[in-house]
């Protein structure tokens, strides 16, 4: 199942000159999907963020959480959120 336009939008500011910028996302559906992948969702024209890391960790109540983070290595912000969905 895919998600798409999935979160409420967030921003991610410009690299500086110590490197890129980095932010983290967090997600859960109240279940188990099995693998899930994401990337960001960007809603600011010419804005570029890179996945750098997924995973997840399975709760105690058997729920997974699944995890993201994106680096914008660009001059300037970022509005984002998810797209993704599990691999078929």
Known sequence: ??????????????????????????????????????????????????TISQGNTLNPDGTVTYFVVFTNSGPGSVVHNLNGGGLV
């Open 1 to 50: 199942m895919s998600f798409n336009n999935f979160g409420t939008p967030s921003v991610i500011g410009p690299a500086t000159s110590a490197g890129p910028t980095s932010i983290s996302w967090w997600y859960n559906f109240g279940d188990n999907r099995g693998a899930q992948y994401a990337m960001a969702n960007i809603i600011t024209p010419g804005g570029r963020l890179n």
